[in-house]
């Protein structure tokens, strides 16, 4: 069978859409009221929208564009350029481009949605946005890309064998999924056991009682001058449940003294503001630039006394169930929420008496820990093989080769 090729301008209108505006004077809740559909309302996994969150009036239709339920919408951001049917009809905003076929029915429309999900066409896109400063796309790039289309029937054979490669691969990734989950599991639910299953001679006080919390900034600049280096965090640089945490940016005293948070060889370090503490942002600073850092604001610093271990500390504070806890005290504006001082300062640590029991634990857990990370690697890269898979099954599909 013929395939033939043609750009997507001529076998499909192209058109933008457009925001009505003030939006908010043509937003309505009345069920007469015509869907706006928003980027907000798809997802990565979606591959139809079925209904939207808001509507707007009639009045407000002159402002945007109207799209029919069998239409495609394309975001016009390459960081999002993916496909979309319409499985309803309504408005769109000036972010999603519209394409209909013209006239005559030439595409399948599982063929076409596989077709603009393809790398075939996602890398023309690339091709043809390079050098922009604003890399968005727009009707003239997206009509300009070529695209095989093959007989209706051929289409269709094309399709069958996609869904069947497809639902496979979304088997495999959910499995791998699953098992990247129980493994994380695995390590939480002994890590839990081991705070829950306390010894006999173990203590319990308040974390305010046992640590200093936020030592004072004097200590740096009684050690060192105005110039001399010190390590620098911000809190991008801080990982999640990291163990040890190895700045590798620095500054001088002079320049971080003043509005970030200080702390010393050994500290422990939490964030406190969402969503990074319930993210699990933590870990114990090592090999300072002459022993001291500073960092964000938004970290809360504990110095362990003599009789504890940083990083038993660290395996304290790193489990889900604090973090689940602390998150119901959070207090502020959404979006910059913070754990409330005086919950850390109160929340009862667990700890054993002996250092050399909680070394011993420690040893424990970072064997598990290292395990299960190996564990999660495998997974994870089976989830990324996955992905390359699926891209070199569309690559193949519209160069003709799957037999």
């Known amino acids: ?37 928003k980027i ?88 043809l946005a390079a050098g922009s400063t604003v890399r ?35 088997r495999a990734k959910a499995n791998a999924e699953q098992n990247l989950k129980n493994a994380k599991e695995l390590f939480e639910s002994y890590l839990q056991g081991v705070f829950e299953n306390k010894g006999d001679d173990w203590e319990e006080k308040k974390l305010g009682k046992v640590f200093v919390i936020k030592p004072l900034k004097k200590e740096a600049k009684e050690k060192l001058s105005d110039n001399d280096l010190v390590s620098f965090l911000p809190m991008e640089d801080l990982g999640v449940c990291e163990n040890e945490i190895k700045p590798i940016k620095k500054r001088p005293l002079k320049d971080v003294a003043g509005s970030y948070t200080y702390f010393a060889e050994n500290d422990v370090l939490l964030a406190k503001i969402t969503p990074c503490f319930e993210n699990g942002k933590l870990g114990v600073a090592k ?30 504070l790193s489990r889900e169930s604090l973090r689940k806890e602390g998150k119901k005290y959070m207090s502020g504006a959404v979006g910059h929420k913070r754990v409330s001082k005086d919950w850390i300062e109160n929340y009862i640590f667990s700890f054993p008496k002996s250092k050399e029991e909680q070394q011993a634990i420690i040893h424990q ?35 003709g080769e799957l037999t």
Not at 366 to 394: F, G, I, M, P
């Open 1 to 37: 069978m013929t395939w033939i090729k043609k750009k997507l301008g001529e076998v499909l209108t192209i058109e933008r859409g457009g925001s009505p505006r003030p939006i908010d004077k043509y937003l309505t809740n009345s069920p007469d009221g015509i869907n706006w559909i």
């Open 40 to 127: 907000s309302d798809a997802t990565a996994s979606d591959k139809c929208i079925f209904e939207t969150k808001e509507k707007i009036t009639k009045e407000g239709l002159h402002k945007t564009r109207m799209v029919n339920e069998g239409d495609f919408i394309l975001s016009n951001s390459m960081s999002f350029g993916r496909p979309y049917i319409m499985k309803t009809s309504g408005c769109i905003h000036d972010g999603w481009l519209v394409l209909k076929e013209k006239g005559q029915k030439i595409f399948d429309t599982e063929f076409l949605y596989y077709l603009l999900s393809s790398p075939y066409v996602f890398n023309q896109f690339d091709y």
């Open 136 to 170: 968005n796309l727009n009707i003239a790039l997206v009509s300009s890309v070529e695209v095989p289309i093959p007989p209706l029937p051929e289409q269709q054979r094309i399709v069958s064998i996609l869904d069947e490669a497809f639902a496979a691969i979304a």
């Open 287 to 316: 090999n300072l630039i002459n022993g001291i850092g500073f960092g964000s604001s938004e970290y809360i610093v504990f110095r362990c006394p003599e009789n504890i271990v940083p990083e038993f500390l660290f395996y304290f």
């Open 365 to 399: 857990l970072d064997a598990l820990r290292a395990e299960t990370q190996k564990l999660e690697a495998v997974y994870q890269q089976k989830l990324l093989n996955l992905e390359e898979l699926k891209k070199s099954v569309l690559q193949k599909a519209f160069a």
